[in-house]
């Protein structure tokens, strides 16, 4: 059984950073993703198995580093400058093949969510 745990969610001002952490019981290819109320969930960030490659939405492309610590089994979101527009639930999610990263049918395991809120 696949887990993915996530934690350092919170409440921020605008311009203000978070570090989001996703603790795994596997080393597979993740991926963030957000959803916000009433909208669809919407891909973040993704980072393969290695840590090699990485990628991430235009709309938080030079705000946001998802990086991987593999003796820890855990993947990170740092997320700086942020902007009320982000906020959303932030979820870990987990694929073992990293075919389309950026669509959420691709991951196979997801977390719980963590609730991030950015005030202006």
């Known amino acids: 059984q696949v887990q993915l745990v996530e934690s350092g969610g919170g409440l921020v001002q605008a311009g203000g950073s978070l570090r989001l952490s996703c603790a795994a019981s596997?080393?597979?290819?993740m991926g963030w993703f957000r959803q916000a109320p009433g909208k669809e969930r919407e891909f973040v960030a993704a980072?393969?198995?290695?840590?090699?490659?990485?990628y991430y939405a235009d709309s938080v492309k030079g705000r946001f580093t998802i990086s991987r610590d593999n003796a820890k089994n855990t993947v990170y979101l740092q997320m700086n400058s942020l902007k009320p527009e982000d906020t959303a639930v932030y979820y870990c999610?987990?694929?073992?093949?990293?075919?389309?990263?950026?669509?959420?049918?691709?991951?196979?395991?997801w977390g719980q969510g963590t609730q991030v809120t950015v005030s202006s």
């Open positions: 999610a987990a694929d073992s093949r990293f075919v389309r990263y950026y669509s959420p049918l691709q991951y196979e395991y």
């Open positions: 980072i393969s198995w290695s840590g090699r490659n990485t």
């Open positions: 596997v080393s597979y290819n």
